[in-house]
């Protein structure tokens, strides 16, 4: 069993950045892909970030490319999103999530999910 747990969420200015964490309590953290999805209000929940076992792969949606950093820490059992030049529309609930072994970029399975943490954009 493995459980990812946000944090870092919080209230941003448009232009501001912020760096979203990700622990995963449990065994075998560098066995599972990483990455990163959100939720705005009153839409589906999207695909945002991921990055591979080793940590030297990484793919984004291109509404976020050139803006956030996905990365994480195999011995930290962590994964990390900096944001950058933040917009209002990037507001919503984001969620870690995990999936055992290699997958596909935009992670189609997800085996574990966080609770979230909001991040709010104003203008």
């Known amino acids: 069993q493995v459980q990812p747990v946000e944090s870092g969420g919080g209230s941003v200015q448009t232009g501001d950045s912020r760096t979203l964490s990700c622990v995963a309590t449990g065994r075998r953290f560098e066995t599972y892909t990483w990455g990163w999805f959100r939720q705005s209000p009153g839409k589906e929940r999207e695909f945002v970030a991921s990055v591979s076992l080793s940590g030297s792969n990484t793919y984004y949606a291109d509404a976020v490319k050139g803006r956030f950093t996905v990365s994480r820490d195999n011995a930290k059992n962590s994964v990390y999103l900096q944001m950058s030049s933040l917009k209002p529309e990037d507001t919503a609930v984001y969620y870690c999530?995990?999936?055992?072994?290699?997958?596909?970029?935009?992670?189609?399975?997800?085996?574990?999910w966080g609770n979230g943490t909001l991040v709010s954009v104003f203008s």
């Open positions: 999530a995990g999936t055992r072994g290699v997958a596909g970029p935009r992670l189609p399975v997800v085996d574990y």
